[in-house]
């Protein structure tokens, strides 16, 4: 397409150019004709155009000569310095005029000032640069040796690219002495060839021959090309085959395999080549024999192709055809006769077939009724039957060859779900023969299964404060039943005017959730009875017990029992001044209602007024000071003890302790009315607190000494009574701020407000002078009667007590006796100076 676009601008181009040269007066027209041989080199001369023309260089030069080749490719350059008109390639006349005796090429030169269109031509001229060639490189003939001499054979003709004098202008044929070579020349000029039998050939003394036939063209010198002639001499056929034997008979068993050879028919034929090369086919078959034999067209074998049965045909007849290469051929006959053998097995057909059958059917039910035949006669067609394996059923044998399958045992589906029954049936023959049936029976399943759980107890766990419906795990139980009978639905079991328990199951998987939020304050297990029923009729069922664990959670924060929240703002703990260091000031007592880790307390002090005076236990929650009590340090301490569970997250509460440094605890409860411990900066509720505890301290003060003088009055009016006993609940007792291993009895003198406290040593009651301890629940404490009749130091001496005293001197008129109920086992004489033993 893009070739005739091109060849349509030139054309157009064209037609200007002459419509131009009409119109211009003063133009004119001439012809240059020059020639070129082809296959000269690029840029080879052509002729002078500027010298042909009559024209100088310089005139072409401004004329602005140039050159235009009709066709779509520029064959030729101008040089219009020089004139010189030049092929741009090498020219392969071949190739541009190909089957053309001339070739001419045209070409226009156009000059401007004024416009001057000149036409020129330029004839390649041939040269011979191509050779003859034979379309073949063998010619092969075949050739009866009864050929008559004279006889002709056309060869193929030679081609040659070339024309004129280079072109094909000879044939030459290589010596011999049977054939030669005649040429024609034919109209247009070709020349043909033909191969001439001179004298008869004979097979027997040359069987094949080889020639050679040149072709040769006019130019100079002369070029040639060649091709082999293969002559191969054929046999005449003059002898026909002939068999060995004109009837073949023989004997054949009917179990004879596919392949086997029956026979092998022979013919034999003189001549040589395909004459004497024998085929053989059958040509006449009887009726259902043609599928059955297979004959070999090359060595006359008869083999087996098919299966031969003795009970359809027992003689078998076929007509053999020998054919040698020439056409020539003879026949003979093969007859098989067909020897009878067991070859046929037992057959085996049912009648009739339960294909499933419950598995409660009782023993002796009928499964299926079959018959056993056998074609061959004799021995051969008596048959025996029987299954194979420990299987629960059995034949017997009816009528007519007929058998019948029944049960001879009970079945179960759990053990055996479906049996493949094995019929073998044998005959009687030489070479037993027997064959198969198989028989699939399934048996269906009866509800005599009750669904059985993976475990008899479930454990399952919960955290506390669960969401409502949570899904903590399944039970599972399986039946060996099939189908409805296998499908499990669970339950709770409810006991009549049991309430509704906490947790659910999924009647279809067995999922266990908990239905609403559980609190393991409260409910640390539940323990619920699961049922499993089948889909059977009537219903089979198991039970399973489902216990259900709370798992703690850290909900609850710690409760600090002691100091109680009924203190105020603080409890009260009196500690003397020459307290040493790791001395018991007061046990913090908190508890945790939850468990395990979560109830694991740790205490820490997290505020003091003065930090490095006292410590607290970790664990214990014992409040000893750090150190030495010295007289520099202040009256009144206020401690915040944190109490802090192990939870995740931890949670914690807080107790406030006051704490009061006194030389003296006889005047502990002037001072704690005297004395405001130091308060905070601008912290007016601080004040009124300490206010409204001075109050309360000195009224609990006052109703104590008189009920105190109560008590001296009756005994007063009451001497000969016996001496009270110590109650029970007060050794037991919690209340004060020390624990049970510290309680002290405090006996003040009437009239007294400034007496001290004074450490004594174990619990021993003063008894008057002469008078034996009694029984224990006959002792109490007598300070309360001695201490009005004893009024100087040395009293208690007389009483048989160790006097309260101590480095500082003797005590005043009215001193106290204090009585210890219990010491703390770390706190002793050797730490306490004010401790004295009996």
């Known amino acids: 397409m893009a070739w005739n676009k091109r060849r349509s601008r030139g054309s157009l181009r064209q037609v200007i150019l002459f419509l131009l040269c009409v119109c211009v007066r003063q133009s004119g027209a001439e012809s240059l004709r020059y020639s070129l041989a082809e296959e000269m080199e690029r840029d080879s001369f052509v002729g002078n155009i500027a010298q042909d023309l009559g024209l100088a260089p310089s005139q072409l030069v401004a004329r602005k000569a140039r050159v235009v080749s009709e066709g779509n490719q520029q064959l030729f350059r101008l040089n219009p310095s020089t004139g010189v008109l030049t092929a741009k390639d090498s020219l392969d006349r071949e190739e541009i005029c190909p089957q053309s005796e001339t070739c001419t090429l045209f070409f226009k030169v156009f000059l401007d000032n004024p416009l001057q269109l000149i036409r020129g031509e330029v004839e390649v001229l041939d040269v011979n640069d191509n050779s003859p060639m034979f379309p073949k490189k063998e010619m092969v003939f075949e050739i009866l040796e009864t050929t008559a001499p004279s006889f002709r054979f056309p060869l193929e003709t030679a081609q040659d690219a070339d024309v004129g004098s280079n072109g094909l202008r000879n044939y030459s044929l290589g010596s011999n002495s049977h054939f030669s070579l005649a040429l024609a020349t034919e109209k247009g000029g070709a020349i043909s060839s033909e191969l001439v039998l001179d004298r008869q050939l004979d097979r027997e003394e040359n069987p094949e021959m080889n020639l050679l036939l040149t072709a040769l063209d006019g130019g100079s010198p002369p070029k040639s090309g060649t091709v082999q002639i293969h002559i191969l001499v054929l046999d005449a056929n003059d002898n026909t085959p002939k068999f060995t034997r004109e009837v073949y008979e023989v004997r054949l068993p009917e179990n004879s395999p596919p392949g086997q050879v029956v026979v092998r028919v022979a ?33 006359g074998e008869i083999r087996v192709a098919g299966n031969l049965d003795f009970e359809e045909m027992k003689k078998h007849e076929m007509v053999v055809k020998a054919s040698d290469g020439g056409g020539l051929f003879t026949h003979c006959k093969v007859q098989v006769e067909v020897v009878d053998v067991n070859d046929n097995a037992p057959e085996i057909q049912l009648t009739s077939h339960t294909a499933s059958i419950p598995e409660n059917a009782p023993p002796r039910t009928l499964v299926a009724l079959f018959s056993v035949r056998d074609r061959d006669a004799g021995d051969n067609g008596r048959t025996d039957c029987i299954i194979g394996g420990d299987l629960p059923f059995t034949l017997s044998p009816t009528f007519d060859n007929f058998y019948e399958l029944r049960t001879n045992a009970a079945l179960d589906r759990e053990t055996t779900a479906d049996y493949n029954i094995s019929i073998r049936a044998t005959d009687w023959g030489p070479r037993r023969l027997s064959s198969r049936e198989s028989l699939w029976v399934q048996v269906t399943d009866v509800n005599d299964n009750a669904p059985a759980f993976s475990q008899e107890l479930y454990s399952m766990w919960v955290t506390e404060n669960n969401s409502p419906m949570v899904r903590i795990g399944s039970v599972q139980a399986s039946d060996a039943d099939a189908g409805s009978n296998a499908r499990v639905q669970y339950a709770l079991v409810r006991e ?20 609403r939020s559980l609190d393991y304050e409260r409910v640390r297990a539940l323990e619920v009875w699961v049922s499993a029923a089948d889909g059977g009729s009537p219903a089979l069922s198991a039970r399973a017990l489902l216990r259900v664990l709370v798992r703690d959670e850290n909900d609850n924060a710690p409760v600090v029992l002691h100091p109680g929240a009924e203190s105020g703002a603080g409890a009260g703990e009196l500690v003397p001044r020459w307290a040493p260091a790791g001395y018991l000031v007061a046990k913090v007592v908190a508890v945790d209602a939850d468990a395990g880790q979560n109830a694991w307390l740790s205490y820490e002090l997290a505020k003091a007024t003065e930090p490095g005076l006292f410590r607290l236990g970790l664990h214990s929650g014992e409040l000893r000071t750090a150190r030495a009590v010295a007289e520099r340090d202040a009256p009144r301490h206020r401690l915040v003890v944190l109490v802090r569970d192990r939870g995740q997250p931890p949670r914690s509460a807080s107790a406030t302790l006051a704490i009061t440094l006194l030389h003296d605890f006889s005047d502990a409860h002037v001072r704690l009315s005297q004395d405001a411990p130091p308060a905070e900066p601008d912290d007016t509720l601080t004040l009124y607190l300490i206010a409204c505890l001075a109050c309360v301290s000195a009224l609990c003060l006052a109703t104590g000494l008189a009920a105190l003088l109560m008590k001296l009055r009756r005994d007063r009016q009451r001497p000969a009574e016996p001496l009270p006993t110590f109650p029970t609940a007060v050794t037991e007792s919690d209340a004060g701020s020390l624990p049970r291993s510290l309680v002290y009895d ?6 007294t407000l400034s007496s001290d406290f004074h450490f004594l040593g174990p619990l021993l009651p003063c008894f008057p002078a002469g008078m034996s301890p009694g029984p224990a629940p006959q002792r109490s404490s007598v300070c309360s009667q001695e201490a009005s009749n004893f009024g100087e130091r040395g009293d208690c001496a007389a009483q048989g007590r160790a006097p309260l005293s101590d480095d500082s001197g003797p005590r005043p008129a009215g001193a106290e006796c204090v009585v210890n109920r219990g010491m703390e086992p770390n706190v002793s004489s050797d730490q306490n100076p004010w401790l004295t033993h009996q």
């Open 267 to 299: 013919a034999t034929d003189p001549d040589d080549g395909s004459y004497g090369k024998v085929q053989y086919a059958f040509t006449k078959v009887s009726r259902g024999s043609g599928e059955l034999f297979d004959l070999n067209p090359d060595t």
């Open 496 to 515: 009549e005017g049991q309430e509704q328990a906490a947790v659910s199951v999924s009647s279809e998987s067995g999922e266990v959730y908990v239905v």
């Open 746 to 751: 405090v006996c003040l003198a009437t009239g």
